[in-house]
């Protein structure tokens, strides 16, 4: 006890204190927030004809949310718990299964994005050393991206919707980054920020990042289509195919930008940067202030 | 800390503590103020071995300075030149990134191993200095009233009244100049903070005849139908036709930043309409000013499960489906809303907002 009164006195106690606060409030916070785990959907289904493995798929994943005719489920009082997903369209489908977004692990205010369960994850590393290895992968990864489509088709077939967009209608290199920088800025920017960090919401929703490459253009075009979640709608009457491919081109331009000097702060320019400046510098200062100025020990202690 | 506190302030005298100094606690270890009997600095003498080291420390620092001068030399001339030309515009950022942290790097290790050097190493000792009195002493000032009024006889000021009162009237519109410049604080907006272009380019439409002006994409410039924009939850920025042409020039900016609206199209049998504003939607498609009515942000954060407008600065929060009423946030009133109508299938404003868009004003009453 006296080793550590002695200790607590010491000049840069304070500051210590400070800072040991402040890493267990981050480390409880992590401890204690929900935690997005992945979701092991027993996938037995193999190899049958379209329509039918996407209802046996819908059946396994979907139905118990979203209804045994994906007709949406409402609870006791007449809420709806889940939505229709007649009519909906494949982009829809492909749009939040690919994103990992469903099949949704607990209710909350806004779904996240996550690594898609093993029976959709099309984003399986196929580039093992071992022959066996990387057979298996790849027939995985076909497996994965005809359960998609099968789901697709099937929810497709339920009541139409909007059809997942061609790779051309997505290229980023055809589109004209002009363009979509001002439609982004006029329409986008609001919640994905400038840059497409993405931002803040209500009640725990958010828009989020377009700036990581996980995020594909096919993602980006059916997420415009499509308005997942909060998301508006951007049909293809309002911003037609060739406006939504200048909106992909800025948003991978803009995100393929390197980042001078280390850390980008978001992008977001002079406030970020301004913020960092003041209060890392300005502590800087401050500090080196003090520690110039403060006075010096009666006796250098001997060593 | 507390108890700290109250242990020192029972040892001693409680004292003023004032903000951005070292705690009452810390008083052992420190020089209290005004205590003579023991030095500041390293003290009166060294202690070898403990100077030694110091020493050491600061050559390091000084050393670090060095090589931090002759990295910037070295990058100056071995490497910024490469690849994009002799410090070509290409590779600015990395050259100022290098360039500027070599020289920081520098100057923060000198200034570093200085003040390790003063604190460390220069034995110091009380000094006394004396003060004088600031003010000179009678005689001098005697002599200065002199030599004042001598010149002043000499180079003929009090003689020549003229010269001294043209001199004075030549300065003084000088000293009034800054006032001149208040000027700039206007010309006041007068009227123009009232109204939008969409007022304007209705009143164009409805001269040819015309129901409203048609409203088109920020951006693309292409009118909406109503069948373009029939899906609910839909969202785009829109202006009033026409809108760079019509305007002057010099004004399309601004004019353009007072008549952006944001159309939004929401499930039309959760839409309440204001009074005496039943007939303004198109099937719950509806349309606001994207001017926050608290500082003038953008407000389009629009949540299509909520139905809220929310603008990014203040959170501010409106109800898209009731008028945009304020249900959170700063902002006093509601986003103005456009009247709309149908016109040959397009949607047209048939109107300006009705009350002035963006933040308060002091005339706006």
Same mark, same amino acid.
């Given at each position: 006890m006296k080793r550590f009164t002695a200790w607590r006195r010491r000049p840069w106690a304070g500051y210590a204190v400070v800072l040991a606060a402040l890493a267990a409030i981050g480390v409880i916070y992590a401890g204690f927030s929900p935690r997005t785990d992945r979701a092991e959907a027993a996938n037995s289904a193999q190899a049958a004809p379209d329509l039918a493995n996407g209802k046996a798929l819908f059946n396994q994943n979907c139905a118990s949310c979203h209804g045994l005719n994906a007709e949406g489920t409402k609870d006791a009082e007449g809420k709806p718990i889940s939505p229709s997903l007649i009519g909906v369209g494949a982009a829809s489908v492909d749009f939040q299964v690919s994103t990992g977004r469903m099949p949704a692990m607990n209710p909350g205010a806004q779904m996240p994005r996550k690594r898609p369960i093993p029976a959709f994850d099309t984003s399986i590393k196929t580039d093992h050393e071992d022959p066996e290895e990387r057979a298996a992968a790849e027939k995985q990864k076909a497996q994965a991206e005809k359960n998609l489509a099968d789901l697709r088709a099937y929810i497709a077939s339920l009541g139409g919707g909007p059809e997942v967009p061609p790779a051309s209608a997505v290229d980023p290199k055809k589109g004209d980054v002009a363009l979509g920088g001002k439609l982004f800025r006029t329409n986008c920017a609001q919640c994905h920020s400038f840059t497409g960090q993405g931002g803040a919401l209500t009640g725990g929703k958010y828009a989020p990042p377009l700036s990581n490459d996980d995020v594909t253009p096919t993602q980006i075009y059916e997420a415009m289509l499509t308005g997942p979640q909060a998301m508006p709608v951007f049909n293809d009457t309002t911003l037609t195919a060739e406006e939504k491919q200048a909106i992909i081109a800025y948003i991978v331009q803009i995100r393929e930008e390197p980042n001078p000097g280390g850390n980008g702060l978001g992008r977001i320019g002079p406030v970020s940067e301004g913020l960092a400046g003041w209060l890392i510098g300005i502590g800087l200062l401050v500090l080196a202030a003090m520690w110039i100025t403060a006075k010096k020990p009666k006796k250098l202690k001997k060593s | 800390m507390s108890d700290e506190n109250k242990e020192t302030a029972g040892a001693q005298e409680p004292r003023e503590r004032v903000i951005g100094t070292p705690s009452p606690a810390r008083d052992k270890a420190l020089l209290a103020d005004g205590d003579m009997s023991a030095p500041a600095g390293a003290g009166e003498q060294l202690d070898e071995a403990s100077a030694k080291r110091a020493e050491r420390?600061?050559?390091? #620092?000084?050393?670090?300075?060095?090589?931090?001068?002759?990295?910037?030399?070295?990058?100056?001339? *071995?490497?910024?030149? /490469?690849?994009?030309?002799? &410090? *070509?515009?290409?590779?600015?950022?990395?050259?100022?990134?290098?360039?500027?942290?070599?020289?920081?790097?520098?100057?923060?290790? @000198?200034?570093?191993?200085?003040?390790?050097?003063?604190?460390?190493? @220069?034995?110091?000792?009380?000094?006394?200095?004396? /003060?004088?009195?600031?003010?000179?002493?009678?005689?001098? /000032?005697?002599? #200065?009233?002199?030599?004042?009024?001598?010149?002043?006889?000499?180079?003929?000021?009090?003689?020549?009244?003229?010269?001294?009162?043209?001199?004075?009237?030549?300065?003084?519109?000088?000293?009034?100049?800054?006032?001149?410049?208040? /000027?700039?604080?206007?010309?006041?907006?007068?009227? +123009?903070?009232?109204? $939008?272009?969409?007022?304007?380019?209705? %009143?164009?439409?409805?001269?040819?005849?015309?129901?409203?002006?048609?409203?088109?994409?920020?951006?693309?410039?292409?009118?909406?139908?109503?069948?373009?924009?029939?899906?609910?939850?839909?969202?785009?920025?829109?202006?009033?036709?026409?809108?760079?042409?019509?305007?002057?020039?010099?004004?399309?900016?601004?004019?353009?930043?007072?008549?952006?609206?944001?159309?939004?199209?929401?499930?039309?049998?959760? #839409?309440?309409?204001? %009074?005496?504003? %039943?007939?303004?939607?198109?099937?719950?498609?509806?349309?606001?000013?994207?001017?926050?009515?608290?500082?003038?942000?953008?407000?389009?954060?629009?949540?299509?499960?909520? &139905?809220?407008?929310?603008?990014?600065?203040?959170?501010?929060? #409106?109800?898209? $489906?009731?008028?945009?009423?304020?249900?959170?946030?700063?902002?006093? +009133?509601?986003?103005?809303?456009?009247?709309?109508?149908?016109?040959?299938?397009?949607?047209?404003?048939?109107?300006?907002?009705?009350?002035?868009?963006?933040?308060?004003?002091? %005339?706006?009453?």
């Amino acid at each position: 006890m006296k080793r550590f009164t002695a200790w607590r006195r010491r000049p840069w106690a304070g500051y210590a204190v400070v800072l040991a606060a402040l890493a267990a409030i981050g480390v409880i916070y992590a401890g204690f927030s929900p935690r997005t785990d992945r979701a092991e959907a027993a996938n037995s289904a193999q190899a049958a004809p379209d329509l039918a493995n996407g209802k046996a798929l819908f059946n396994q994943n979907c139905a118990s949310c979203h209804g045994l005719n994906a007709e949406g489920t409402k609870d006791a009082e007449g809420k709806p718990i889940s939505p229709s997903l007649i009519g909906v369209g494949a982009a829809s489908v492909d749009f939040q299964v690919s994103t990992g977004r469903m099949p949704a692990m607990n209710p909350g205010a806004q779904m996240p994005r996550k690594r898609p369960i093993p029976a959709f994850d099309t984003s399986i590393k196929t580039d093992h050393e071992d022959p066996e290895e990387r057979a298996a992968a790849e027939k995985q990864k076909a497996q994965a991206e005809k359960n998609l489509a099968d789901l697709r088709a099937y929810i497709a077939s339920l009541g139409g919707g909007p059809e997942v967009p061609p790779a051309s209608a997505v290229d980023p290199k055809k589109g004209d980054v002009a363009l979509g920088g001002k439609l982004f800025r006029t329409n986008c920017a609001q919640c994905h920020s400038f840059t497409g960090q993405g931002g803040a919401l209500t009640g725990g929703k958010y828009a989020p990042p377009l700036s990581n490459d996980d995020v594909t253009p096919t993602q980006i075009y059916e997420a415009m289509l499509t308005g997942p979640q909060a998301m508006p709608v951007f049909n293809d009457t309002t911003l037609t195919a060739e406006e939504k491919q200048a909106i992909i081109a800025y948003i991978v331009q803009i995100r393929e930008e390197p980042n001078p000097g280390g850390n980008g702060l978001g992008r977001i320019g002079p406030v970020s940067e301004g913020l960092a400046g003041w209060l890392i510098g300005i502590g800087l200062l401050v500090l080196a202030a003090m520690w110039i100025t403060a006075k010096k020990p009666k006796k250098l202690k001997k060593s | 800390m507390s108890d700290e506190n109250k242990e020192t302030a029972g040892a001693q005298e409680p004292r003023e503590r004032v903000i951005g100094t070292p705690s009452p606690a810390r008083d052992k270890a420190l020089l209290a103020d005004g205590d003579m009997s023991a030095p500041a600095g390293a003290g009166e003498q060294l202690d070898e071995a403990s100077a030694k080291r110091a020493e050491r420390i600061v050559a390091l #620092f000084f050393l670090l300075a060095f090589a931090g001068s002759v990295a910037f030399i070295a990058y100056y001339i *071995g490497w910024s030149g /490469r690849d994009g030309g002799m &410090h *070509g515009v290409l590779r600015a950022r990395e050259s100022n990134f290098w360039l500027g942290g070599t020289m920081a790097l520098s100057f923060l290790a @000198m200034a570093a191993g200085v003040t390790i050097w003063v604190r460390r190493l @220069m034995a110091s000792k009380p000094i006394i200095q004396e /003060r004088h009195e600031f003010a000179a002493d009678p005689q001098s /000032r005697a002599v #200065f009233a002199e030599d004042f009024m001598a010149g002043a006889e000499d180079s003929g000021l009090t003689k020549r009244p003229l010269l001294r009162r043209t001199l004075l009237l030549a300065a003084a519109p000088l000293g009034l100049a800054p006032l001149v410049l208040l /000027r700039d604080l206007g010309p006041l907006p007068e009227k +123009r903070l009232r109204s $939008t272009h969409w007022g304007d380019a209705v %009143e164009k439409a409805k001269r040819q005849g015309k129901k409203g002006v048609r409203l088109v994409v920020d951006g693309t410039h292409r009118p909406l139908k109503v069948t373009d924009f029939a899906q609910v939850g839909s969202m785009i920025t829109v202006l009033p036709e026409g809108i760079e042409e019509d305007v002057p020039h010099d004004q399309v900016l601004t004019q353009v930043a007072k008549a952006v609206t944001i159309l939004i199209n929401v499930p039309e049998e959760k #839409f309440k309409p204001a %009074e005496g504003r %039943e007939n303004w939607h198109v099937n719950g498609i509806v349309a606001y000013s994207k001017i926050c009515t608290h500082v003038g942000c953008p407000a389009a954060l629009y949540e299509q499960t909520t &139905h809220h407008i929310l603008c990014p600065c203040h959170q501010s929060t #409106f109800d898209a $489906t009731d008028a945009a009423k304020v249900v959170f946030g700063p902002a006093a +009133r509601p986003l103005p809303q456009l009247p709309l109508d149908v016109e040959d299938g397009y949607l047209v404003a048939t109107g300006d907002f009705p009350e002035p868009i963006g933040p308060s004003f002091w %005339e706006r009453g």
